[in-house]
């Protein structure tokens, strides 16, 4: 019933449902060795989370978003470990010698696969139902729930239908140079900077309730280790959410261990005082052992000086994007 947990939750069954509606539901076994990558990839992952205070989303996205350099000082862990492991990666298929050979695929009935639209549309209109009794309960904690499950079921659906990866907008440059879902992200990052901004300055939104107190050492820390782990475990944990519910069985082992190594890992860094709050500063904004909640315009005295860093930086994402694209000199492959 955690607002977290249910929003995770509804995003797999929103994801399932656009999966069986578009007729691409289809359980996907890997080769053995990728369980392996899975858990070694899913516990990087939460470890970084841990650190950074978010997987891409939190811990990147949405800092960027609300002018918060400990998103920027993120991205630039991602970068380095997406780049670590594809070099991971190739290392072992060069030097490790295992069956890489897929195991049957599992084959579901066709009288079952011509069903799924119509199984797609009961699934959604359960959902429907589900969040129209939580909203006409009398207990106000239950109502809200049901705005959780409308908007979790929906970002599943449209992450699913938009393939949305932060996990390919960091890597396939680096495999590829492909750069189309890069481009999407900077071109999200470039509509909502300033609109966001635009609600922070008529305090329509407290810019600090999304900015994690991180910045810069977790932020940079836990970004290249969440980066390693992307690549190893297939997805970012956002992209592997919508995958889930696709059928791919390595994002359910990556996920689980994800939860859990991210949980302890958690855990750990407040007990030795890394992420714990400093309950004893006395500023505006929470201090922990290895950041604090930046924030741009108040590190630069106003907005002028933050929108035009953020621009900038946008702007030499993108060309590099588009400089490799054209070169493949930033390929590994």
Not at 54 to 73: E, K
Not at 102 to 129: E, I, K, M, N, S
Not at 308 to 333: C, G, H, I, M
Request: include cysteine.
């Amino acid at each position: 019933m955690h607002r977290m947990s249910l929003m995770t939750i509804l995003l797999v069954l929103g994801a399932f449902t656009a999966a069986l509606l578009s007729g691409q539901f289809a359980p996907n076994r890997p080769p053995p060795q990728e369980y392996l990558w899975a858990a070694i990839g899913g516990g990087l992952m939460g470890t970084g989370a841990a650190l950074a205070g978010g997987c891409t989303t939190g811990g990147f996205f949405n800092p960027v978003l609300h002018s918060s350099p400990a998103g920027w000082a993120m991205w630039a862990g991602l970068l380095g470990g997406a780049v670590l492991g594809i070099k991971l990666l190739l290392w072992t298929f060069e030097h490790v010698e295992w069956a890489r050979t897929p195991p049957p695929t599992l084959r579901l009935p066709d009288a079952l696969t011509r069903r799924f639209p119509l199984l797609g549309l009961l699934v959604a209109c359960g959902v429907l139902l589900w969040a129209a009794a939580w909203y006409g309960s009398d207990d106000r904690q239950v109502a809200a729930r049901a705005v959780i499950v409308v908007a979790g079921f929906a970002i599943g659906f449209i992450m699913h239908r938009a393939r949305l990866c932060f996990a390919r907008a960091f890597r396939e440059p680096f495999m590829t140079a492909e750069g189309d879902m890069t481009k999407a992200v900077i071109l999200a990052l470039a509509i909502g900077i300033p609109l966001a901004a635009l609600l922070f300055e008529k305090k329509v939104i407290d810019p600090y309730i999304a900015i994690p107190p991180t910045f810069w050492l977790g932020s940079l820390a836990g970004g290249l280790l969440f980066g390693i782990g992307m690549v190893l475990a297939g997805g970012c944990a956002s992209g592997s959410l919508w995958r889930m519910g696709e059928g791919h069985l390595k994002l359910w082992v990556a996920m689980f261990f994800f939860a859990w190594i991210g949980s302890c890992a958690g855990a750990l860094f407040r007990k030795i005082g890394l992420t714990a709050i400093d309950e004893t500063n006395v500023e505006t904004y929470e201090v922990t052992g290895i950041g604090f909640q930046a924030y741009l315009p108040e590190l630069f005295g106003g907005w002028g000086a933050s929108l035009a860093l953020s621009a900038v930086l946008l702007l030499v994402w993108y060309a590099l994007v588009r400089y490799n694209e054209s070169t493949e000199k930033f390929t590994l492959l």
